[in-house]
């Protein structure tokens, strides 16, 4: 039985939650976006798997906006200020160095674009699995935000 846990700990960062293959992004990162629900232009500066599908932040003004492609319209246009490009790519195998000591393999799930950095997001810690009304509920404060040098590329 502990080797069934151990095996299901150490596996459970390298088995991307989306399945077999990364599903398509609707909009590209950098890519001008019309938001349906505030009637506004912006940008996608990120996008994150949660709840089964992508989520993609929008900045609008000053502000990041956070919604599913049924609420965005592409336009095509990419944002031409950001000359560099994300280092990892959406599904990429990785080593997270959570500290000097340690590297645990990760999926990236999340890219963001923040003050003109490329952060990425991965699993830090395993999930605490709890039962309620017979559905198995995962805690959901387990991503981290990080920069590529935390990461190597597996």
Same mark, same amino acid.
């Given at each position: 039985?502990?080797?069934? /846990?151990?095996?299901?700990?150490? #596996? ?14 609707? /909009? ?5 976006? =019309?938001?349906?629900?505030?009637n #506004?232009?912006? =940008? !996608? !500066? ?19 906006? =956070? ?16 000359? $560099?490009?994300? @280092?990892?790519?959406?599904?990429d ?20 674009? /923040?003050?003109? !950095?490329? +952060? =990425? ?11 309620? $009304?017979?559905? +198995?509920?995962? #805690?959901? $404060? ?5 920069t590529?040098? $935390?990461? @190597?590329?597996?």
């Amino acid at each position: 039985m502990t080797n069934l /846990i151990n095996s299901l700990e150490t #596996s459970w960062y390298i088995s991307p939650p989306w399945g077999a293959e990364v599903p398509p992004l609707v /909009i590209r990162l950098l890519e001008r976006v =019309y938001l349906t629900t505030a009637n #506004s232009f912006g =940008y !996608c !500066c990120g996008v994150e798997w949660l709840q089964g599908e992508w989520s993609y932040a929008v900045a609008i003004n000053n502000e990041v906006v =956070y919604a599913p492609a049924s609420q965005l319209r592409g336009t095509g246009a990419l944002h031409l200020e950001v000359a $560099d490009k994300p @280092v990892f790519a959406l599904g990429d195998k990785v080593l997270f160095y959570r500290s000097q000591n340690t590297a645990q393999f990760r999926i990236v799930q999340g890219i963001h674009r /923040i003050e003109g !950095c490329w +952060l =990425y997001t991965v699993e830090w810690t395993s999930p605490e699995l709890t039962e309620s $009304d017979g559905q +198995l509920i995962t #805690s959901s $404060d387990r991503r981290a935000w990080v920069t590529d040098t $935390d990461l @190597v590329r597996v």
